[in-house]
């Protein structure tokens, strides 16, 4: 029976790269000089660090620009509280998502129930399982995951005839 696997993964090398590329425009750029201005990764977790709340919002547009020419989706990117270290010194972490979280697996499986195609969505982990008797029914369930849900850069993997 066709299926297939929604799930919401950025690709971890084209993240790592638009790191690596944030942090060398950040030192060749004139309005950094001297400055700590930075962005580290761990896994999917970046933090930002930079002299001053302005810098910071200078680095994470950086940041967006170099990971939407890489091909990940700035939605990708959630920004949490920005913490003052000392000083104008500020950092925030910003994580990344990875895998489909539970309400919106939730949200996603109604809205293929809603649709009236006759597939089967279940959730597996942190991704929903999409299986139909029809290629057709499948591709229609991508295209209406694709156009309803546009707040989620959902990917398909794991397309099975």
Known sequence: MPSFDTVLKADAVELRH????????????????????????????????????FQREQVLDVLRNKCT?????????????????????????????????????????KQIKDSKLKVQASIQGDAVRVTGAKRDDLQQVMAMLKKDMSDLPLSFDNFRD
């Open 69 to 109: 020419k890489r091909g990940v989706d700035a939605k990708f990117l959630v920004e949490e509280k920005v913490e003052k270290m000392g000083g104008d010194r500020v950092k925030q972490v910003i994580k990344v998502k990875n895998g489909v979280e539970q309400d919106d697996a939730k949200k996603i499986v």
């Open 18 to 53: 638009a790191v690596d590329q944030s942090n060398k425009e950040i030192t060749g750029r004139f309005d950094f000089k001297g400055s700590d201005a930075r962005v580290e990764q761990k896994e999917f977790e970046l933090t930002i660090h930079a002299d001053s709340d």
